[in-house]
């Protein structure tokens, strides 16, 4: 990995959104990038594909096995498959909402990296997309807060188990103009929950990049976060 350009890479959710944004900016840049999703990648370049979903932990395990078959180093791993729920205050937060959010966005995560570890893939950066909202706590984010803040503690814990060479931190993109932003922006509750107001006016402004735009100023910044204390949470808009 030089000044954000990576050989090989492994990127979850890449069917669509920022997930598709980062592998198709990898594909351009020359990399192996190798995908694991619901729907499968609709690109056709890459060199592995698994469509699975991650809240059946035995079937991500498996597709694990499938992608990591022959592969022995990995230069960046993005965690970035992850589901919203809901706005919604946490009392009517139903519980199989939030189990399924915590399945999805923490522990599928640790499926996949328990299997790199088992592997002993070398791996030399790995992100997990997290959010602001992870650490804000506003009203509304009720399941997809808790999910983002578990899964930054997760990313610290696993810092003390991947080698010291392999960069780590849960990572916050900014705002990312994905269809998640169609039912934050358009359907969710704005008078309810006021912080939407100002996800609706960023829309259509350079403050909400599309999922390409967005992926290449993450891909740009990742260098810099070897310099930062692994496992921490680090938002690209403190960078």
Not at 65 to 89: C, I, K, P
Request: overall charge negative; hydrophobic content about 40%.
């Amino acid at each position: 990995m030089q000044n954000g350009h990576f050989g090989s890479a492994l990127v979850t959710g890449n069917s669509s959104g920022l997930g598709l944004g980062v592998t198709r900016v990898l594909l351009e840049r020359g990399a192996n990038v190798y995908g694991m999703s619901r729907r499968g990648c609709p690109e056709a370049g890459v060199s592995g594909d698994e469509q699975v979903d991650l809240s059946d932990f035995t079937a991500t395990q498996t597709a694990m096995e499938r992608l990591l078959e022959g592969v022995e180093s990995l230069d960046l791993v993005v965690l970035n498959a992850g589901l919203l729920g809901h706005m919604q205050r946490m009392q009517d937060a139903p519980m199989d909402e939030l189990r399924l959010l915590m399945d999805v966005n923490t522990f599928a995560n640790k499926v996949i990296l328990d299997a790199l570890l088992k592997h002993r893939v070398r791996v030399g950066q790995i992100i997990a997309i997290s959010s602001g909202a992870s650490v804000s706590g506003h009203a509304g984010w009720s399941g997809y807060s808790l999910s983002k803040a578990a899964l930054n503690m997760m990313m610290q814990l696993y810092a003390h188990e991947f080698p010291e060479e392999t960069a780590i931190n849960a990572f916050a993109p900014g705002l990312v103009d994905t269809a998640m932003q169609d039912y934050l922006c358009e359907e969710a509750d704005r008078e309810s929950f006021p912080v939407l107001q100002r996800l609706k006016a960023a829309r259509g402004t350079q403050d909400m990049p599309g999922p390409e735009d967005a992926a290449r100023a993450i891909l740009d910044v990742l260098p810099r976060l070897h310099q930062t204390t692994r496992g921490s949470f680090v938002d690209i808009r403190q960078l």
